[in-house]
């Protein structure tokens, strides 16, 4: 098994970064307390000191509030940051996703600050960068699963018109409302989100305010209804005020230059009434200003051009070299005017890549990769064993109950037929939900085979990866496993160097030299 490298030098200061990411995640884990105490010890046991800084009980998709790892961020920004390493738990508590993991990783790299894992041991060097990504992906493969269970059960309340969980949008409150009686004769009762006599005041006042054309900082200032713009842009844009309530309306997607929107299928969108708070023809004419302002904002170019290199690349006079579109090829050049000839970029670019290809995806690395997968596995079904027990407790439970359910059925009066009737079908349906649940924490427990057959299919998947990956991705890999690269254009040369160094402190360094030959 490869080794841990959980490597704190001694004497050093760091942050320990601890979030919940839902509530049923935080079931399966160590409660808050316990994380930071043992995070706490290891850092000690290092000789080293830290902050804590925590994010807690707040879910995955949750984004916008993670005042902590906002300010890490923020920090590390900082000129000269005081801090050495960020110590986490585990990788998918940084960032909400991989692509955010890896833009915020890229912020400490720059600042030579460590992001730590303690639950998930890496070996050493470019291998050890390359899994790094791999588990924040299954990371993010498994918190979507769990997203996926959630949704699952939100389209039905919502459906049937409840709230569908979370917190109701300012102007409105959660009212528990009794819908029936259980078959054991304890209330049934859902939420219903109903307009707050003393906040959806408000909210109608900052409609009336965007629709005469007031700022957004004075609506703010003067309703209160939130913190800040972009939250007011929110309110003003959510069709639950005119009565509405829509769920499940979009997906967000990974693009090439990042985060996107999409909208989902008449299918998948849920809609149900709610008591609305705004007059109709007041939130349409705030819709139509909202449009208006939408149309004057720019969509951000990243990575313009797609120049996967322009990071890490250095002319052999020792300047920057960038990307330029006035040719009918995309060429680098000396930022210096130094008087090297350009380089093609596609050519350079296939190089560079080919070289992390035939370094990383060799079969003894993918067999190191697969063993610290199932190593990662191991610890994601410890984790999940006391829920897997629950979830089939509750599916012995609920066939009990469904069984009882039909045998009183079969005796009792029409009235009270239907509904015992109406009992069994919600047993039903309670029953395949944790059903889908077990089925799903059972295929988490699956180690991945070390097959040669299966060996060749995942270096065949990982080379395709390596094609295929958005230009974010692309770029991140490439900052992430190389120092620079130095390209002289006169001499027909580039040489790459890893950001690993050998034995003797010397970083290991290649010869790119396909993108001349072709
Ligand atoms: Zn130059």
Known sequence: MVGTMIKIPAGSHGMVYVRVSTAHQAEDELPVDSQIAELKAAV???GATCEVVTDAGISGTDFEHRPGLQEIVARAREPKPNFKWVLVWKLSRFGRDIEEGLIYRAVLRKKDIELISYKEPIPEGPLGQLITHVLMAVDQFYAAATAADVLRSQKELARQGFSAGGR???GYRREPVQVGTRYDGTPLTRIRWVPDPEA???????????AEGVGYDQIVAATHICQNKSSLATILANPIYRGVKVFNRETRVEGEHGRKRRRNGADDVVTSEVDPIVPEPLWNRVQELLTR????RLAPQRYAGGYVLTDILRCACGARMAGTNSRSYRYYRCVAR???PHVRADLLDTGVMDLIRRTLITPKAIREMIDAINEHGRLVAANQAPELQRVQRQIASLEKQEANLRRALRTARPNAAERIALEIDQVAAEIREAVVKRDDLEQVRKP??????????????????????ALDTRVAWVRDLM??????????HAVAIWRTASDDGVNRSDSVSSWLRR
């Not at 959806?200 to 965007?210: C, E, L, S, Y």
């Not at 302002?293 to 004057?296: A, F, W």
């Not at 299919?457 to 395709?464: A, L």
């Open 448 to 469: 991945l085979s070390t097959s040669k057959r299966f060996v060749q299919q995942t270096m065949d998947e990982m080379t395709g990866l390596i094609d295929d990956a």
């Open 338 to 340: 130094c008087g090297r």
């Open 293 to 296: 302002r939408r149309e004057h």
């Open 168 to 170: 109701p949008p300012v």
């Open 200 to 210: 959806a005041p408000r909210v109608v006042q900052a409609f009336q305010m965007a």
């Open 483 to 492: 120092d620079r690269v130095t390209v002289d254009g006169r001499e027909e």
């Open 44 to 46: 000690a046991a290092a």
